[in-house]
């Protein structure tokens, strides 16, 4: 917020990759259809959270000096895609409790199922980017 007590509503926090994709807030508002009275900082920090757990699940990829690989483009937008939908769900009760203008009136409900799709969607992305299909069994 400004000091006039006005929304910031073209503010974008970019998020440095360290080596993955480079993601912001500005595109995370938009892939995810996110309205512009939500707090930025608070989407950045739910960003930052989501793609430290899924580099931590991708760390089989990485090369032997600890280098995230090389993603093309399709596996950079199914990382962002991972990253973005779980930070959506991380969300999604702090959402619940903000104030919401009459911009906001068109975005998807927020209810606990949501965030179990997200969060299912996220992993599915993870498993994706690993080689591995929707389900898969191993022996413990």
Same mark, same amino acid.
């Given at each position: ?61 990485? !090369?032997? *000096?600890?280098?995230?690989?090389? +993603? ?5 937008? %199914?990382? #962002?895609?991972?990253?973005? /939908? &779980? ?23 927020? !209810?606990? *199922?949501?965030?179990?799709?997200? +969060? ?5 992305? %993870?498993? #994706?980017?690993?080689?591995? /299909? &929707? ?6």
């Amino acid at each position: 917020m400004s000091l006039g007590g006005k929304l910031k509503t073209d503010e974008t926090t970019l998020i440095a990759g360290n080596g993955w994709p480079e993601l912001s807030t500005g595109e995370f508002r938009q892939l995810r259809r996110i309205p512009t009275t939500f707090d930025n900082a608070s989407m950045a920090l739910a960003i930052r959270i989501a793609a430290n757990a899924v580099q931590n699940q991708l760390l089989t990829l990485l !090369d032997a *000096d600890g280098n995230p690989p090389t +993603l093309d483009e399709t596996q950079t937008a %199914i990382y #962002q895609r991972a990253v973005y /939908g &779980r930070a959506h769900a991380d969300l999604l009760m702090e959402f619940a409790t903000q104030d919401r203008r009459k911009e906001a009136n068109n975005a998807a409900t927020d !209810d606990i *199922d949501q965030q179990d799709r997200f +969060l299912s969607q996220s992993s599915r992305d %993870i498993r #994706q980017l690993l080689g591995f /299909g &929707r389900a898969s069994i191993g022996v413990i």
